[in-house]
């Protein structure tokens, strides 16, 4: 079942001219949930031919304007072309604030209910919990409290091989008892069990997003072995010094992380303006941790 | 002397994936104006390479997202790539709170000055007088407090042709007093009057904007004769009762100001995302007013 993210942004707060402020929509089964929500972001939704109605929850790391400000245009375009079902809306204090004062400054409204959910973003918190995936934020370490989330398929019912299912003779409702891992007798009056019959459950996968915070080994527990990890590199190792001072990271401190969280993929992103060549970034990361790609606008990852 | 208009973006508020939302830069003998600001509006400064740090003034003309919602972004921008010379940005009351929140709650600040001046929206005012050019604001009228804008250049001194200059054997100093208007006896002894000498002034242009407006006969004082009218047409007259309804104008209603102002040339903009086929709006209007162009992202217009 889908699992992707798609990059709608990728760039720092001051603008590159070849980057756009942060933003991802990932499809988990799915459910459209976005990520983060920059200048421009309903322009990227259009160009990328995303049903943005269908966004379900908004994420919002944290109230640095590169990562929310497209938010109050985005909800205005999804009233305007006829939005009635409900939005969600988590981040750190204050959002709401922002939103309400332009809807009343503006005398506008919206048809559809719109809920926000503050982050304290001090400790983990399980903060969706749908049958199919569950959403958990955490804490960053950034200039302004900054949350990360991590997002995670539920595991399915295993599934029955087509050769057992004829062996068996089974219809669908033993099919399903089975699956539930309950033990039938056939219509041959035959003992079947579970575990003659199931496949292996597929692994499930998980995405973590922590953007933007230092490099920071308490975030390690929370997105251990995720499948893949977005983390910020906002700068290369020559201005480490520098990221410390504007709480933000380079590509070896992510690929660092990455390293020693265990996690299956690294992808970086956030780069600031300074740099006109990616590669170096790839290059640097890959050195301590090989399985490393680049975030760019309109790039699609299969988890 | 340079007075030319750049469309950033002319689509009304509903995301149209042709037109960016309201906003143009004004070079008025080298002095940048932006009017409105969208979503967005950063990104086009930087696509057409306009150098963002020498804006002056900025006049929003009203509250509704589409008008302002980049602005946020564009001072954080500017903040960030340096900028220390003062701002000055005009707009109907309610911008400057909303700006200041999210500054507070970003715990953000700027470098340089920036001075918030509210527009009462219900009377003509000199809102703008340099040397070189004035910017007049005026009521529209449109479900939020609205105002418009013309903005206008000052005479320059009248010129001296060269065969003159020649003929009565002037240096700078006469030349000088020649064009302030006081008569002068040159080297030969020879009494020269400066209506001997002076070409005729060359006439000074003006360009107005009205976004957005029902279709309103009271801004013709405001706007009549000018050069340039920028005014909206959300609408084709098929659609002529929603326009009322939603305060705004049809491709004949902005024709029918143009020609009773008698205006030299009108350009239509904020299209419905409705429309598929821009030339209707043309075709309309100049059944009514025959000088009568698009607007359209990039364009440039010369007065």
New interface residues.
Partial sequence: MKFEVLILGCGA???S?RN??SAQLINLRENYLLVDCG??T??QL?RYNVKFQRISHIFISH????HY??L??LL??MH??GRRTPLVVYSPP??E??IR??MK????YLEFSLTFIELPCNEELLIVNEQAFEVRSFPLRH??KCSGFVFKEKPLLPNISKEMIHEFKLDIEEILQLKHGKSIVNRDGLLVEPKQVLLPIPETKSYAYCSDTVEWENVIPFIRNVSLLYHESTFLETEAKRAVETWHSTASGAARIASKAEVKRLMLGHYSARYSDLNCFLEEASRIFPNVILAEEGRVLEL
Avoid at 63 to 66: E, R
Avoid at 105 to 108: P, Q
């Fill in positions: 707060a001051a603008p001219g756009l402020p200048e421009g309903q322009l259009r109230l640095h304007g590169d400000l497209g109050m245009g205005s375009s305007l072309l204050g959002l604030e922002i004062l332009q400054i503006s005398e506008s200039r302004l």
